[in-house]
Structure formats: C-alpha cells, structure tokens
C-alpha cells in the first residue's frame, strides 16, 4: 500500500472532493460505498482467505479498490454530467 498510496491514493480521495464541492454528491458517495464493498471488503477477502495472501491480500485489495474509485471518478470529471448538479 505504500507504493500504491503517492501514486493511487490521491486521485481516489481528492477526486470526490472535488466532485462533492461542485455539487456531484450523490455520484461521488454511491461510487466511494460501492467501491468500498467491493474492492476492500470482496476482493480483500478472495485475496486473504480464498487465495491466501494474508495481510498483503487487505493491502493489495485496498490498492485495487483506490484504482477502481479513481477510474470511476475520473470518467466522471472527464465528462460534462457533473456540470449540471448545483449545490
């Protein structure tokens, strides 16, 4: 996770923000929650129990989930459907 965060990290968090301060709020919540139960909590446990990674398995799930919010949000702020959502 320490390689992943400078490079990952930040575009999975400050993304939302944004999003949220122009007024995207409820695309922005739905993708954080969703993303969280699927990437941390499903793949992190196909990885630490089903394949058996252990605690590398939560860290590689965490990773995979901030590629997957980033992804997400960034298709979201390349298109121009959050323009219309006033605070």
Same mark, same amino acid.
């Given at each position: $996770? ?9 575009? =999975? @968090?400050?993304?939302?923000? $944004? /999003? ?6 409820? @695309?922005?919540?739905?993708?954080? *929650?969703?993303?969280?139960?699927? %990437?941390?909590? $499903?793949?992190? @446990? *196909? ?6 990674? %252990?605690?590398?398995?939560?860290? /590689?799930? +965490? +990773? ?5 919010? $980033? ?5 979201? *702020?390349?298109?121009?459907?959050? /323009? =219309? &959502? &006033?605070?």
């Amino acid at each position: $996770a320490t390689i992943g965060k400078p490079l990952i990290w930040c575009d =999975s @968090y400050v993304t939302p923000m $944004a /999003l949220r301060a122009a007024g995207d709020v409820m @695309y922005s919540s739905v993708v954080s *929650v969703a993303s969280l139960f699927v %990437g941390r909590i $499903a793949i992190g @446990y *196909v990885l630490t129990i089903v394949l058996g990674f %252990g605690v590398p398995g939560v860290w /590689l799930g +965490m +990773m995979i989930e901030w590629c997957i919010r $980033a992804i997400l949000l960034r298709r979201r *702020v390349a298109g121009d459907k959050w /323009l =219309s &959502h &006033h605070a």
